[in-house]
């Protein structure tokens, strides 16, 4: 598999002579293959380019892996010259493409990188994070399961209703509601933790969940819920406004957001300038879908 990877590699970026070899001073050699230098850059240069394709490894292990990919690829690479395995054309093209891609990925990681300031990721986490939880409520909710298969199956359905109603019946009798759900729920996630639904807010429940919940005042128990899957009781234990996460949890997340919207904003606004015509059409040339 590696000596696949490598010779892939090396056609990938069109090696039809020395491979890897950009002497630098602070760039130190760190194999020779048949007198062609391998130097640091290069090793680096392969970890960036398909590394993320290697399994986790010990840091160590894996530069060896690298290093023995560039060297396979350097070996193979001279043994096609040395057969006159080489199809200029086709090289060519694959060291335009390697170089046109490598220029884009240089340019959005420069543009991402510029965009990221502390008021971009301030601004990013008001609009995104802070905004949207202005007054958001959210619920604990405690709820009870019965499930159906099949919405249209008409005695399945009623078979669940009857036993959500008993259940509801003993809740109502005085039973604590945490010791109902663990004799009868059928929702085996919440059923061992006395029907524990968690906070959620309007937009995390669905409509029928919404509606009989925000309705609710602290201790009340719903009359029965009927969804797509089920019938439900659920059980308002608390409310309260919720709490954005704290800016410094997911700094690095809302930096990872302001650099990509740059990035796609960058390629957005390059092809809409751009003027791109389609050739392999059917019908005649075309224009470019804007936005594609």
Same mark, same amino acid.
């Given at each position: 598999m590696r000596s696949a990877m490598a010779i892939c590699l090396g056609v990938m970026l069109g090696t039809a002579g020395p491979a890897f070899s950009q002497a630098a001073n602070a760039d130190p050699v760190v194999?020779?293959?048949?007198?062609?230098?391998?130097?640091?850059?290069?090793?680096?240069?392969?970890?960036?380019?398909?590394?993320?394709?290697?399994?986790?490894?010990?840091?160590?292990?894996?530069?060896?892996?690298?290093? $023995?990919?560039?060297?396979?690829?350097?070996?193979?690479?001279?043994?096609?010259?040395?057969?006159?395995?080489?199809?200029?054309?086709?090289?060519?093209?694959?060291?335009?493409?390697?170089?046109?891609?490598?220029?884009?990925?240089?340019?959005?990681?420069?543009?991402?990188?510029?965009?990221?300031t502390d008021d971009a990721i301030r601004k990013a986490y008001e609009d995104v994070v802070l905004k949207p939880a202005q007054n958001e409520v959210e619920l604990h909710l405690r709820h009870?399961?019965?499930?159906?298969?099949?919405?249209?199956?008409?005695?399945?359905?009623?078979?669940?209703?009857? $036993?959500?109603? $008993?259940?509801?019946?003993?809740?109502?009798?005085?039973?604590?509601?945490?010791?109902?759900?663990?004799?009868?729920?059928?929702?085996p996630v919440t059923k061992a933790k006395g029907g524990d639904f968690g906070w959620r807010t309007r937009p995390e429940m669905g409509k029928e969940y919404a509606e009989a919940a925000f309705a609710m005042k602290n201790g009340d128990v719903s009359p029965l819920i009927k969804t797509a899957v089920g019938w439900h009781i659920i059980q308002l234990e608390d409310q309260r406004v919720r709490k954005p996460v704290e800016l410094d949890k997911i700094k690095d997340r809302v930096a990872a957001m302001v650099a990509n919207t740059?990035?796609?904003?960058?390629? $957005?606004?390059?092809?809409?300038?751009?003027?791109?015509?389609?050739?392999?059409r059917a019908d005649g040339p075309k224009a470019a879908p804007q936005g594609q």
């Open positions: 194999a020779i293959v048949n007198g062609t230098q391998i130097h640091e850059s290069d090793v680096q240069l392969v970890d960036e380019i398909i590394g993320r394709n290697l399994p986790s490894q010990d840091r160590v292990e894996r530069r060896d892996s690298i290093l $023995k990919m560039v060297i396979d690829t350097t070996l193979l690479a001279q043994v096609a010259n040395e057969r006159k395995i080489i199809d200029d054309a086709d090289i060519q093209r694959r060291i335009t493409f390697a170089r046109n891609q490598g220029l884009m990925n240089h340019l959005l990681m420069v543009v991402g990188q510029q965009a990221v009870l399961v019965f499930l159906f298969r099949d919405p249209r199956d008409d005695a399945a359905v009623k078979a669940a209703e009857d $036993k959500a109603e $008993k259940a509801l019946a003993r809740v109502k009798a005085g039973e604590d509601f945490a010791a109902v759900v663990a004799d009868v729920s059928e929702d740059a990035q796609f904003e960058l390629v $957005k606004k390059t092809r809409e300038t751009a003027k791109i015509e389609l050739m392999d």
